[in-house]
Every structure is written in structure tokens, then in C-alpha cells.
């Protein structure tokens, strides 16, 4: 899928999302409002098809810089010069919204011909320019003991851990309110974008997870499941799971019974938050987990912004079913708890071994089965089925996993059972199941690499060609026809950002091979002085598998910027602060010096402007550079309105093809 067809699919979450107020008095909309309308603000953290959240929540806003990509599709009416601003109000807009207070602007930047080329705007919101206070952060840190801090208050430039405020400045969660306005200062034309609503919740249900090393969340609870041997299908299965930290309506509990995941309704208005929850498990869910000894059951939590809990401490249950065979055995995890270590295996295949089960006979045809669980929160299922094979000697009882499968569910769980087909004919026998969780720390997904950066810093003086070249590292797993996808957010201060993404394919023969994006410079340059943030995504369509690398942030310069000297003015008079324009000054010469690094096609643009007070802009056509001298010439009717006026005189150049 193209970067083009992924925002369109957001584009269409965005179209249901966006908000319109038209109960409101004032709100009507009419037709023609309709046909003015502003393409609706596409939040890529909110907007993602299959993964759609009403708001932001704490992996998105615990850095306070990190930005939050935002993008909207051009207009078809729009001019090169227009001003462009992103509003962030906790204050419900009207419908459409109309200009408001200067501090509700988070970002601003002008239209140019890059970006009207390009087809949409680009914008980056960060938990900073939202003024959203570090205290909703370290709400959650303050629960964790004192060793845990260091990591955290790192990110957020903290030396210790201050005291929490005797007022909370924010109820949590609460709404703020994006959108943004297109301003033509030619027509004096300004359109306002409908505004996105977005519930702001960093309470990760559960609270944050001590020991994220490991593949549970220590603060939840096991579940309690009760009877925890199950002898007869007919038998009624409870579970009671303790209240959590945090705990509010919206919260979504799953069970993971033995690998399969059931769904519970959402927590709403009129339960008892702060209770225990009590469920009763369907039978047809324990008939899919199958029938084992020490088979593993878990929960785990979203909210509504999917702040996700990881997975609980699971609690062991025994499944009967006298006629099931002898479960499978996994090399490594033969013993109780069944964990199963891939840093120990270091690279080499999971061995599995089917044991001599009841009523084995020679030439008995066995499959066997992997079902892997991720340990991501959308816990997709990596099933791996090995052909049927006849079984002569014991070397036929040994099955191998390729160790990219296991890889991809580390910190997961996995399921192993068999069938056997009897030599002799008759129905396949079901084995009883081995349930496994997997371990291991040296697998997650590295952050990209921009090639050209020294440490940190990518230095756009130092570069040699007119692309650099951003490196995914190997990662484990790797499989040819992985779709990994780069996401390229840039940010200067409250100007303008920059949100792109494009996409490579893995290919054939390409599993031990670095992929290398080669971005252009254009999406490069107008991010001096600002921060590139970069992130990678790998999507395994064989397993219907997506994985999120953590992000890297740069800080581009440019330590060759080229610096332009002022214009001078024959026509003025006096000197520094002293000097000024005759008003009766028939026409006011302003020449470029020939010390500008100016290029054959650059096209040069002077520009008036007030201190104080707002004098119609003089209509200076812009000129095309071609070779010195080069002067503009200003009339007396453009000067009058500057009369008794302390203003600037300044030229703007935009890079010809020169």
C-alpha cells in the first residue's frame, strides 16, 4: 500500500470523526458553508485503520517533544504566501470554528510552492506546545519505586522527582479541540478546518509496568479461575479479576484463555469501578483452548485512548479430556512453568518433540500444529502447521520451528498440540496442549539509523549528495515480502512540520539484507533548526502482523546557512537608528548587494513591514535574479502609507533552478 492510499484510509476515519456541532444555536450549516468546508484534520496516532482511538493517550504524549504527525488534504483554492495555523483550545469551538485567542495558535508557517506540490499540509502538535503538564506524567512515575524513576525523569530533563501540586491544574482524562485555518492575505480570506475532538488520558490501566523487561505487568493481579480443573464440558467456569489502578468507564477487558482471546464489553456508567470483575467464560472458548495440563490464562486492558495494561501474571489451568493423547514437549520448556528462553537458543531452530503417545503404532500419520501469540497490544496469532508426516523411527519425532517464527512472538505465548491419524485407519486422535511463554530481550525492533547524521545531529552543510539514506537494521524475523514503512515527522519550534511516510518491500532473498530508504532533500531542508523524528513500522502480511520500532529524534543545522545582507537605500537619510525616507521621495531605489549569494533564476521578493500598525503592503512584483546590479524600485504611492511609520525593509529569496 502506497504512503498516497494509507492517508486516504486515514482520511476516512478522519471524515467519521470529525465533529460537527449543529444542535447548537449559531451552528446551522448551510450549503454553501458545506462547499467552503476545510479538509478534515487526519491525526495519524488517532486515524490508523484497525487501530482507531478517540484520542491521545501516554505513549503518544510521556515525551513532551515528541510531535504528534497531523496532516490535511489541500484545497483546490489556495495561493503560495497563505498563512497557515494549527489551534489546540480546551474549550469546545463552535461549528465551523472562528478566529480565537493568539495562545490557542500552536503552530504557524506560510504556504509554499513544495508543500502546494505536495498536495496536503503538514503539521506537529507536541504535549509542550499543548501545555499539558509533566505532573499527568509523573502521577504515574511517583507509583513506581525509586530505582524505576531515573528512566523516566531522563526523558523528561528532570534531575529528581518534585513534589506532586497541592491542585491538580487538570481533571484526568479530559477534551481538547485541534483544528486548523487557512488565511490569503491577498483576498483577506480566512477559512477555518472543523475541529477534531480528542479525549487526552495518559492513566495506563494498571499503572505503568515496573519491570517492562518482562512480558507482565507486576502491578496487576492474577487472574483467580475457579474450579481451576476442568473435567466436563457442562462445567461452569468463573474468573474473577481484582480491580486495577486506574480503572474507569471505557476500560475493555480481554481474557486470554490458552491463546484465544475473549473480548469483554467495555466498562460503562453503572458498573461498580473499583470492584472486582466476575465473568463466566464460554464454553465454546474453553473448547477452543483445548485440553492440558498448566495451560497459561491471562487478561489484559485498554481504555478508550488504547493505553494498553500488557498482559497480567497468568494463572494455570487443567482442561481434561480423557481421550486427548499425550501433549507435544518443547525443547527447553519441558518443565513447569513451560518457558521457553530464545536468547539461550541463540539464533538456532525450537525443537519439538512428539512423545510415544497411547496406542502409537509405526506408520501413524501426525500434524502438528505452532499457534504463536504476539506480546504487542493487538496480540495477533502466528500459526505455523507442519505437513502431515508419517511417523517410522524416532527421527520423525522431532519437529523444527524456523527461529524467525518464535521470534516474532517473544515475550508471548504459543500453543503446540498435534494429530495423529492411526495406521490402521479410523478417526485422528487430538493431543492434549503444551502451552508455552516465550522470553527473550534482544528482539525488539532497533530505530532506524539516518545515515548521514554524526551522533544526533544531521548538519545539512556537510551533505555531499541530494538524498541521504535512512538504514533499517536487521531484525529478527525478517521475511521476504515484509512491507516496512518509514514515518518521517519534522517539527521547528511553532512553525512548520512535516509528516510523510513512504514504504519499502523485502525482497526475495532479502531476510539478512539491511533495507536503506533514500529520501530527498526537499523533505529535509525546511527542518533546519528544528527536530526529524524517526520511526519504522514492519508489517507481515503472511501473519496479518504489525511491529512498531521506538523512535530516534535528530536535530538538524545547517552550519553553511547561507546569510544575505541587508539592502541598501541611495534615497535615505541619515544613519542606524536615525536614518529615514523623505516622504515626498519620487521613487525609492533599494539595491541587493552584490555580496548576496544570490543564483541565475532565483526569484527575489522585498518586503515592507510596520512596526506597529497595519500600512497596505506595497505591490512589489518579485524579480528574477539574473546578475548584478540588481535593484527594486519602489513608488511614492507605495511609501505614503509608511509615513511617520518606524518600519523594515528586508528581501526574501526562493532557490531557482539555476
Same mark, same amino acid.
Given at each position: 500500500m502506497s504512503a498516497e492510499e494509507k492517508f486516504l484510509d486515514q482520511l476516512k476515519?478522519?471524515?467519521?470523526?470529525?465533529?460537527?456541532?449543529?444542535?447548537?444555536?449559531?451552528?446551522?450549516?448551510?450549503?454553501?458553508q458545506l462547499e467552503n468546508d476545510l479538509n478534515p484534520l487526519v491525526i495519524s496516532d488517532m486515524d490508523s485503520p484497525g487501530n482507531e482511538r478517540k484520542g491521545l493517550g501516554w505513549n503518544e504524549l510521556f515525551d513532551p517533544t515528541r510531535p504528534v504527525p497531523m496532516s490535511a488534504r489541500l484545497p483546490?483554492?489556495?495561493?503560495?504566501?497563505?498563512?497557515?495555523?494549527?489551534?489546540?483550545?480546551?474549550?469546545?469551538?463552535?461549528?465551523?470554528?472562528?478566529?480565537?485567542?493568539?495562545?490557542?495558535?500552536?503552530?504557524?508557517?506560510?504556504?509554499?510552492e513544495a508543500t502546494v506540490e505536495r498536495g496536503w499540509l503538514s503539521f506537529a502538535a507536541t504535549r509542550e506546545l499543548m501545555k499539558i503538564p509533566d505532573d499527568l506524567v509523573l502521577e504515574l512515575v511517583r507509583k513506581l519505586e525509586p530505582?524505576?524513576?531515573?528512566?523516566?525523569?531522563?526523558?523528561?530533563?528532570?534531575?529528581?522527582?518534585?513534589?506532586?501540586?497541592a491542585v491538580r491544574e487538570f481533571p484526568e482524562p479530559f477534551f481538547g479541540y485541534f483544528y486548523y485555518s487557512i488565511y490569503d492575505p491577498e483576498s483577506d480570506d480566512l477559512r477555518f478546518s472543523?475541529?477534531?475532538?480528542?479525549?487526552?488520558?495518559?492513566?495506563?490501566?494498571?499503572?505503568?509496568d515496573p519491570r517492562p523487561e518482562t512480558p507482565i505487568n507486576e502491578f496487576l493481579s492474577a487472574p483467580f479461575i475457579d474450579p481451576s480443573k476442568i473435567e466436563s464440558p457442562e462445567t461452569e467456569v468463573m474468573v474473577t479479576v481484582e480491580a486495577w489502578e486506574f480503572m474507569q468507564t471505557g476500560d475493555e477487558l480481554t481474557l486470554v484463555w490458552n491463546g484465544v482471546r475473549s473480548k469483554r464489553d467495555p466498562l460503562k456508567e453503572g458498573d461498580a469501578i473499583g470492584d472486582p470483575v466476575v465473568f463466566r467464560v464460554p464454553a465454546d472458548i474453553i473448547e477452543s483452548g483445548g485440553s492440558g495440563d498448566n495451560l497459561l490464562v491471562y487478561y489484559e486492558i485498554r481504555d478508550e485512548v488504547r493505553n494498553y495494561s500488557r498482559p497480567s501474571p497468568p494463572a494455570y489451568v487443567t482442561v481434561e479430556d480423557p481421550?486427548?493423547?499425550?501433549?507435544?514437549?518443547?525443547?527447553?520448556?519441558?518443565?513447569?512453568?513451560?518457558?521457553?528462553?530464545l536468547d539461550a537458543l541463540d539464533g538456532a531452530d525450537v525443537v519439538i518433540f512428539l512423545p510415544v503417545y497411547d496406542g502409537y503404532v509405526r506408520g501413524d500419520t501426525v500434524t502438528m500444529h505452532w499457534i504463536g501469540l504476539t506480546a504487542d497490544a493487538d496480540a495477533m496469532p502466528v500459526p505455523y502447521d507442519w505437513p502431515a508426516r508419517i511417523i517410522n523411527n524416532t527421527r520423525d519425532m522431532l519437529f523444527e520451528l524456523p527461529f524467525a517464527l518464535a521470534a516474532l512472538v517473544v515475550n508471548g505465548s504459543a500453543n503446540v498440540f498435534y494429530e495423529s491419524q492411526p495406521a490402521a485407519g479410523g478417526a485422528a486422535r487430538p493431543s492434549k496442549r503444551r502451552s508455552i511463554s516465550i522470553v527473550g530481550k534482544s528482539f525488539e525492533l532497533l530505530p532506524p539509523v539516518l545515515?548521514?547524521?554524526?551522533?544526533?545531529?544531521?548538519?545539512?552543510? #556537510?551533505? $555531499? %549528495?541530494? &538524498?541521504?539514506? @535512512?538504514?533499517? !537494521?536487521?531484525?529478527?524475523?525478517?521475511?521476504?515480502?515484509?512491507?516496512?514503512?518509514?514515518?518521517?515527522?519534522?517539527?521547528?519550534?511553532?512553525?512548520?512540520?512535516?509528516?510523510?511516510?513512504?514504504?519499502?518491500?523485502?525482497?526475495?532473498?532479502? #531476510?539478512? $539484507? %539491511?533495507? &536503506?530508504?533514500? @529520501?530527498?532533500? !526537499?523533505f529535509l531542508e525546511p527542518l533546519v533548526t528544528g527536530t526529524l523524528t524517526l520511526s519504522y513500522s514492519v508489517f507481515t502480511p503472511e501473519f496479518d502482523l504489525r511491529r512498531l520500532s521506538s523512535e530516534v529524534v535528530y536535530n538538524v543545522v545547517d552550519s553553511g546557512e547561507v546569510h544575505y545582507p541587508a539592502?541598501?537605500?541611495?534615497?535615505?537619510?541619515?544613519?542606524?537608528?536615525?536614518?529615514f525616507l523623505p516622504s515626498d521621495t519620487a521613487i525609492a531605489v533599494f539595491d541587493i548587494p552584490n555580496t548576496a549569494p544570490l543564483r541565475d533564476g532565483d526569484l527575489v521578493t522585498l518586503h515592507f513591514a510596520a512596526a506597529s500598525g497595519t500600512p497596505p503592503a506595497p505591490d512589489i512584483?518579485?524579480?528574477?535574479?539574473?546578475?548584478?546590479?540588481?535593484?527594486?524600485?519602489?513608488?511614492?504611492?507605495?511609501?505614503?502609507?509608511?509615513?511617520?511609520v518606524d518600519m523594515s525593509v528586508t528581501y526574501s529569496v526562493e532557490r531557482g533552478k539555476g
Open positions: 476515519i478522519a471524515e467519521k470523526n470529525v465533529s460537527f456541532d449543529t444542535d447548537s444555536p449559531g451552528n446551522e450549516r448551510s450549503g454553501n483546490e483554492v489556495v495561493r503560495k504566501g497563505d498563512h497557515i495555523s494549527l489551534f489546540w483550545t480546551l474549550t469546545k469551538p463552535p461549528t465551523p470554528p472562528q478566529e480565537g485567542p493568539e495562545e490557542d495558535r500552536i503552530q504557524f508557517y506560510e504556504l509554499d530505582e524505576h524513576h531515573p528512566r523516566f525523569l531522563q526523558a523528561l530533563k528532570l534531575e529528581r522527582l518534585p513534589e506532586p501540586p472543523n475541529y477534531r475532538e480528542v479525549l487526552i488520558d495518559l492513566q495506563v490501566p494498571g499503572g505503568l481421550n486427548a493423547l499425550e501433549a507435544p514437549e518443547v525443547e527447553g520448556a519441558e518443565n513447569p512453568p513451560y518457558r521457553l528462553d545515515q548521514e547524521a554524526v551522533g544526533d545531529i544531521i548538519d545539512l552543510a #556537510e551533505l $555531499t %549528495e541530494e &538524498v541521504v539514506h @535512512v538504514r533499517i !537494521p536487521l531484525y529478527s524475523g525478517q521475511r521476504e515480502a515484509d512491507e516496512v514503512t518509514l514515518f518521517w515527522t519534522g517539527q521547528v519550534g511553532d512553525g512548520e512540520g512535516m509528516t510523510w511516510s513512504t514504504e519499502l518491500i523485502v525482497p526475495p532473498g532479502g #531476510e539478512e $539484507t %539491511e533495507l &536503506v530508504f533514500d @529520501v530527498s532533500l !526537499p539592502p541598501t537605500c541611495a534615497q535615505l537619510e541619515g544613519t542606524g537608528d536615525d536614518a512584483p518579485t524579480q528574477e535574479f539574473k546578475a548584478f546590479p540588481f535593484q527594486f524600485s519602489v513608488a511614492n504611492e507605495d511609501i505614503l502609507p509608511f509615513e511617520e
